[in-house]
């Protein structure tokens, strides 16, 4: 079974539209939670971090629920330049080492359009 | 933010050759970089952990006599993929950990990759 499970998409939504993105990871022992967005044929960024009382950054809004190991991201007024592929990641150390490592989901793909 | 650049960003070679790409922080120190590889539409996966002064670490299936990873200051870790094939053909990313004082100590900064294409 995959680390980080994501619904591949492509979601195709009009500008001022509301998108959510769900994901699921595998391993009760992940420790930080996160979202990143990757344009194409560039690096991941990170978007933000993920907490367990949920946060929320401008029109960018995360869950997490740690009993069903689900992550989500809320896009609310999508815009434009909203289009990119979304990276849901989890970290968790590495067994006999202090050193944590990320996994990676396969993205979720969004276009907004006009 | 921390900037971690990778150079070169794009590279064609022939089949037979060998690569070499370099991964270096440059406002911060990074005592582990990471190196990944991504085929198209699919997640990044981790290649290897590299310590600076001590052998990389590589995850199942990397062979570590075809990619060599080198790391030897806090600032420049080097992928040499040797003998490559166009089944090497990929994007490589790196990421570098921040020794403390930049963000989460679990925050990974991410270089622009470099776009391997092996004929």
């Known amino acids: 079974r995959k680390e980080v499970e994501q619904d591949p998409g492509p979601f195709n939504v009009p500008e001022g539209a509301t998108v959510a993105f769900n994901c699921t990871y595998s391993n009760s022992a992940s420790q930080s939670f996160f979202w990143y967005r990757q344009d194409c044929r560039k690096e991941p960024k990170l978007l933000m971090s993920?907490?367990?009382s949920g946060n929320e950054d401008g029109r960018f809004t995360a869950q997490l629920n740690r009993a069903s190991q689900y992550i989500s991201l809320l896009i609310r007024d999508s815009k434009l330049s909203d289009s990119a592929t979304y990276l849901c990641?989890?970290?968790?150390?590495?067994?006999?080492?202090?050193?944590?490592?990320?996994?990676f989901g396969r993205g979720t793909q969004l276009t907004v359009w006009p | 933010g921390a900037v971690v650049s990778q150079h070169p960003s794009r590279v064609i070679c022939k089949s037979g050759t060998s690569v070499k790409i370099e991964c270096r922080s440059l406002?911060?120190?990074?005592?582990?970089m990471f190196w990944y590889r991504q085929f198209p539409k699919q997640s990044l996966m981790l290649m290897a952990t590299s310590n600076e002064g001590s052998k990389a670490t590589y995850e199942q299936g990397v062979e570590k006599d075809k990619f060599l990873i080198n790391h030897a200051s806090l600032t420049l870790s080097t992928l040499t993929v040797t003998s490559a094939h166009p089944e090497d053909s990929s994007f490589y990313i790196c990421?570098?950990?921040?020794?403390?004082?930049?963000?989460?100590?679990?925050?990974?900064?991410f270089g622009p990759g470099t776009r391997l294409t092996v004929l």
């Open positions: 406002d911060f120190q990074a005592t582990t």
């Open positions: 990421s570098a950990r921040a020794v403390k004082k930049q963000g989460p100590p679990d925050t990974q900064y």
């Open positions: 993920v907490y367990s």
């Open positions: 990641v989890v970290n968790r150390d590495q067994r006999g080492s202090t050193l944590g490592r990320l996994y």
